[in-house]
């Protein structure tokens, strides 16, 4: 089974400074697509960014970037230039491309973001 | 498209009481999935449908939860009878086939007293 890691409970940034959150998985599978999710207070669960995984190019919108290190099962979603509004839980998910469970959608632990003014 | 559906925002029951849950996805979406969200457990994959079929249930927690799928375009979970343990956020979400993220409603507020 497919899990997903999000060792960082916890982040906090300035505005307008960059921050890092974290992510790694275990898959025995070689064709996946990760995602980054934005949970804002509202609760309502945002796309962020996705990835798949038969592309080295790492994923970017706009002010969000990844580090998609296959080799290593990492999967890190970088904000540049962080607002206010950045201010969320973040989870970080994976779901197969095919195989028997390929709609799934495994989910980390979340990682709550505060930015500072 | 008005997105996920899901009906109602916030429900308030009693323990022993029987709970539905409703979602109207995208339509067009070949996949349905709910979700529960609790602090300590995070998101778990209650059950997911594809062409309005269940193909995954392992996650539902007990005989008390049950799901349906009856068309394409509304789907109900239902706990029967309820518990406070079962206080949680439901989501739902759906996804076409083709595409490769899910879409989620804005969740469901389950408070059982």
């Known amino acids: 089974a497919q899990t997903v890691t999000q060792s960082q409970p916890e982040m906090s940034v300035q505005e307008a400074e960059t921050v890092t959150l974290s992510c790694t998985y275990d898959?025995?599978?070689?064709?996946?697509?990760l995602f980054w999710y934005k949970q804002p207070p509202s609760r309502q669960m945002i796309l962020v960014i996705r990835?798949?995984?038969?592309?080295?190019q790492n994923a970017t919108e706009n002010r969000f970037s990844v580090n998609f290190q296959k080799a290593a099962k990492s999967f890190s979603l970088k904000i540049s230039d962080s607002q206010l509004g950045d201010a969320a839980m973040y989870f970080c998910a994976y779901r197969n491309a095919g195989g028997t469970s390929y709609g799934k959608l495994t989910f980390g632990q979340g990682t709550i973001l505060t930015v500072h003014p | 498209d008005a997105g996920v559906i899901q009906s109602p925002r916030h429900e308030v029951t009693e323990m022993g009481q029987e709970v539905t849950l409703r979602c109207k996805p995208i339509s067009g979406h070949d996949y349905l999935f709910w979700y529960r969200q609790t602090m300590m457990r995070g998101l778990e994959l209650l059950i997911y449908f594809n062409n309005n079929v269940p193909i995954d249930d392992s996650g539902m927690p007990e005989d008390r939860f049950s799901a349906k799928m009856p068309n394409a375009s509304f789907s109900t979970l239902k706990i029967q009878p309820s518990e406070p343990r079962d206080s949680a956020v439901y989501f739902c979400a759906s996804r076409r086939q083709v595409h490769t993220e899910a879409f989620f409603g804005q969740g469901t507020r389950l408070t059982v007293v």
């Open positions: 898959t025995s599978e070689s064709d996946y697509y």
């Open positions: 990835q798949e995984a038969y592309k080295q």
